[in-house]
């Protein structure tokens, strides 16, 4: 809670120490409710690799009903030349094994969201490439949002002394922030996922450690992603173009989205200073 500016000088060093303390215990109790011990207990563990081997199956599946052939350009994406390549080669088989193409997509892109693994804009990138606009973007955000609710869950399950060993500050921080906006929640969800004042990383990880419901972050994630979802997709249909991914985000795009996440918390401003 914000404290009165205007105190008088003869008890403002008082009043400073023991505001000191009350933030100081406050920080350590929030820091003790956030806080989990390693290491994980056998369930945890087993309900993590139940995840991993559910994945591995599902592209296990897809590649056993694939023809034989060379499936070396199979690889996960860390460059554009990388993407190029990956391209090239699957749009062999996107007209004869759709169905193989997207559930091979939508696996690696969920895993990919599931355990915070890099590289998902090209993946993104790919959609663009193969499918189209429409189809791409539903595709995007559909696994992203997939991939989004399975982190949720899992760090739900396991990720509580991740989280807190990772990133303890912020996390108190994120907490604090969701305490202070429960009635417009929605709205503050929609925003951070808007924009780029927290990582999406973060907010997958962090959400069900800090309380936000299932059903917030969920509308939250699969509305919030649209936006930058299309300016990826639609860079992905003209593909030679891009001479790095640093092109994808000009002045004008990230503005944009800044403009759309300002507007998604407008709402919840204009609330508070109506008049009950």
């Known amino acids: 809670m914000a404290q009165d500016p205007f105190e008088t000088v003869s008890s403002s060093s008082s009043s ?19 806080s989990s011990k390693f290491p994980l207990t056998c369930w945890e563990i087993a309900g993590a690799s139940g995840v ?8 296990l599946g897809v590649y056993l009903t694939l023809p034989d052939s060379d499936y070396s350009f199979l690889k996960l994406p860390r460059t554009l030349e990388d993407l190029h ?6 749009e062999r088989y996107t007209s004869d094994y759709t169905i193989q193409v997207l559930v091979g997509y939508c696996t690696v892109y969920i895993f990919m969201q599931t355990f915070m693994i890099p590289g998902t804009v090209f993946m993104s990138l790919l959609a663009g490439s193969l499918f189209g606009v429409l189809r791409g973007v539903t595709l995007v955000v559909f696994a992203a949002t997939a991939g989004a609710s399975s982190c949720y869950f899992l760090s739900k399950l396991i990720g509580r002394p991740l989280i807190s060993s990772l990133w303890p500050d912020k996390l108190v921080f994120f907490q604090d922030q969701v305490a202070k906006r429960r009635e417009g929640l929605l709205n503050y969800m929609l925003f951070l ?3 780029p004042t927290l990582p999406n990383m973060f907010i997958n990880v962090a959400s069900p450690i800090v309380n936000v419901p299932y059903h917030t972050f969920l509308l939250a994630t699969c509305i919030g992603l649209i936006p930058a979802a299309y300016v990826t997709v639609k860079a992905g249909i003209t593909l030679g173009e891009l001479e790095s991914i640093g092109d994808l985000y000009d002045i004008t795009s990230i503005g944009t989205l800044f403009l759309i996440g300002l507007a998604s918390v407008t709402p919840t401003l204009i609330s508070k200073k109506m008049p009950s």
């Open 193 to 195: 996922r808007l924009t």
């Open 85 to 90: 390549i990956l391209r090239d080669n699957l």
């Open 52 to 59: 991993v081997l559910t994945f591995a199956l599902g592209l």
């Open 16 to 34: 400073s120490s023991m505001r000191t303390h009350e933030y100081n215990g406050n920080k350590q109790v929030n820091s003790s409710s956030l």
